[in-house]
Nanobody
Framework: QVQLVESGGGLVQAGGSLRLSCAAS?????????MAWFRQAPGKDREFVAT????????YYADSVKGRFSISRDNAKNMVFLQMNSLNSEDTAVYYC???????????????WGQGTQVTVSS
């Protein structure tokens, strides 16, 4: 019943920025849940990027993106965003939006997934 749709991916030069958006449907405004971003580079496993609690706003980031990426949410619109700054070639990947029920932020046990948006960083 939960559907997630990502947008905002594209081609960007190294050092540049992109903002990804995830629109969620099937979520009650008052339901507790957490949202997250994952990514998968060519030939690699899917890895955790960042997560945020809808109710508290608490966030948690992977070490690889800490200080460069920022996750945020707009609860009224059931949306979550990922602001990506200082991008480099290692950030090239398909980025996925994910969600699960709960309050605490952590990398695992996500139940719902979007279909991804491509981010390519060129040099």
């Amino acid at each position: 019943q939960v559907q997630l749709v990502e947008s905002g991916g594209g081609l960007v030069q190294a050092g540049g920025s992109l903002r990804l958006s995830c629109a969620a449907s099937g979520l009650n405004f008052f339901s507790p849940y957490v949202m997250a971003w994952f990514r998968q580079a060519p030939g690699k496993d899917r890895e955790f990027v960042a997560t945020i609690s809808r109710r508290s706003g608490s966030t948690y980031y992977a070490d690889s993106v800490k200080g460069r990426f920022s996750i945020s949410r707009d609860n009224a619109k059931n949306m979550v965003f990922l602001q990506m700054n200082s991008l480099n070639s290692e950030d090239t990947a398909v980025y996925y939006c994910a969600s699960r029920w709960g309050d605490s932020v952590s990398p695992g046990n996500y139940d719902y997934w979007g279909q991804g948006t491509q981010v390519t960083v060129s040099s």
